[in-house]
């Protein structure tokens, strides 16, 4: 419309049935629209809904190991570590160096790599090993997120639902057949019953 006097503005929201509104109050002149106000916080609201439930909360979870950890123990570590990756969330694996130990990081640093291939499946080094104090730090991050990794979950479970019930009928199937067996042997039965007597009387 231009730049009109606040009156005309005024009137021409009446008019239309419409609300006056100010979306750029720091421009000069002031920048308003004319919109069905209501309507507009409605959509914005539903938008904003619709981006928190898209959002995804990454949380980092700690793995901890020491440079002479045992190979038990490591793969305890490792499956742990799989597990937080594999539900959409960021693992922070920290080595804890004790006394001498501080003075070989490259051992760290195999330790490290070699942790990054055991998760390299479900995982990705966002952050290369680095000394933080006495530790050694290197961070993975999913390759899924949140979301994709709880769709994930539930298709697989459902897929589990399904052979449940097929193996629950399957006993059902099996019992009808024997009944089924059953009845031929007593019609047999009856039949061989009915010869002999036929063949008494002759």
């Known amino acids: 419309m231009g730049i009109v ?8 929201a009446h008019e239309s049935d419409l609300d006056l509104v100010e979306v750029a109050p720091n421009a000069k002149p002031p920048v308003c629209k004319l919109m069905d106000f209501g309507k507009y916080k409605y959509e914005a609201a539903v938008k904003a809904r619709e981006a928190r439930k898209n959002q995804t909360n990454t ?6 190991f020491r440079l ?16 937080f990756l594999g539900a959409g969330d ?15 990081p490259e051992m ?20 290369n090993p680095r000394i933080d104090g006495r530790n050694m730090v290197m961070v ?5 997120n949140k979301a994709e990794a709880r ?18 009928d399957a006993p059902q199937e099996t019992s009808g057949q024997n009944v089924a067996s059953s009845m031929d042997d007593e019609a047999r ?5 009915a010869r002999a007597q036929a063949e008494g009387e002759a």
């Not at 760290?108 to 952050?127: C, M, P, Q, T, W």
């Not at 993975?140 to 899924?144: A, S, T, W």
């Not at 769709?151 to 629950?168: D, F, I, N």
């Open 5 to 12: 006097r606040i009156e005309d503005a005024l009137r021409l």
């Open 59 to 64: 949380v980092l979870k700690e793995v901890r």
């Open 68 to 83: 002479k950890i045992d190979k038990h123990d490591y793969e305890t570590k490792v499956g742990h570590a799989l597990r």
């Open 90 to 104: 960021k693992v922070k694996a920290m080595i804890q160096f004790r006394g001498r130990e501080q003075q070989r």
């Open 108 to 127: 760290g640093i195999r330790l490290l790599e070699k942790f990054a291939e055991d998760v390299a499946e479900v995982g990705a080094v966002e952050s």
């Open 140 to 144: 993975v991050g999913p390759l899924k």
């Open 151 to 168: 769709r994930e979950q539930q298709q697989k479970s459902g897929g589990r639902g399904s052979k449940r019930r097929v193996a629950t």
């Open 189 to 193: 039965a009856k039949l061989e019953q």
